[in-house]
């Protein structure tokens, strides 16, 4: 097997990592002080940097995966706001200009891998870029010089809403989407054929990304609520399916799955578009969680935290996840900081919400405290620029995203003010 650059590079970042997983001694608090304030700015300099005239950013080999800008995008314009550096929302929005004015006539977006950009339509990654939308939706509405630009976000949610429709089935899981290729059967269309294959079986990096989050969020602007239903059903799906075997590919099995990995991406969103009151009554006079007034927003906290719980409990000292369960392993964050960083943000989101009423748990603090301890490192961060996976724009937006929360809870969620 060839060893390329890219390959030399990810070994390098593992070996790296591993060596701080050696190193972290465990303490409560972080374990170096970092100015946070200024990291930010070196991430979001370094986003503005790569960016290319067309607002696009140049990702080795691969062309189309906007999925991995809207994390950049996200962090841009909390960087914009907590450095009040308008720049960066600039860059953010040449972004979002040129996503705009090429969204497909049904609401979807092209995407592609390999060099191809115009084979597949992912509801899954359609909905990553729909995120990025929602989160500048709310940015931008509360900007008079940004009216138009709002709306124009709003019309093409409402027309993403509608692709979505496309792939619901009645269980509440969202399908996959158009390919070329079969990605349940390991069937390729012929390469003259114009056909897109349209995919119902559930899919779940969709029903996450697109059926709870997008979902969810678009209540939070449209206050419809048809919308909140069908992101409670799309949850409801993946509760149900998040504890089977996860170690059988998606792509030769037709057995749903969701592991942990994708049902925490969901829960943050749910819980914060939620119409109902944010307001805690009186905690418990034995255990330090909240109680809210509202029983929904109730039980999506319970969820969210016993999820973070039951992930958090099961890692190893290395900062790895095995399944507690017949040794299967259902948490595979090992050897991408890509992953780290999915998880370091859950943490850092549910922390820093209950830190603002005193109620931060000590094993999600340490399981936090030990990814921040793998991830924050001057060398690493320096190398990871470039690196990861052919992603590099994805890690960065990451860390971008936890140093903003860690700076302003709650300002890269879609729905920044409580309702």
Known sequence: MTTTRASLDELTLSAKVSARAAAYSGPEQFPYAVDLHSELRRVADWIVKEQNPDGLWRQPNQTHMFYADAYAIRA??????????????TSACRWI??????????GGWWTGYGGETQTT????????IAMALVCAYHVFKRQPSMNDRARRLKEALLRFDGFIAQFRLTSGAIGLGYCLGDLYSGLTQPALN????GHYRPYPFATVVSGVNVCAALYAITGNPRDWDHAMQALDWCVENSFIDTKTSMKHELKAQVDLRLLHRCLDVAFMCSSEPFEMTAKDAVTPEPYFRSAARQKL????RYVLLLVAESQLGTGEWFGPYDDLEYMVYRYSLRHRLYWLYALTIYI?????????????TQARNRQFWLCADTFILRDHYGVCQNNPLMPSGLWGLVLAELI????TLPCCVAR
């Open 76 to 89: 841009l314009l909390a960087a914009a706001s907590i450095l009040n550096c308008p720049a960066y929302a």
């Open 97 to 106: 200009d040129y996503i705009l004015d090429h969204q497909r006539h049904d």
């Open 121 to 128: 339509v992912y509801v899954a990654d359609d909905g990553e």
């Open 194 to 197: 114009p056909v897109m294959q």
């Open 301 to 304: 906290y319970a969820l969210w």
């Open 352 to 364: 820093q919400s209950q830190d603002l009423h005193g109620n931060a748990n000590a094993v999600l």
């Open 408 to 411: 302003q809870p709650r300002i």
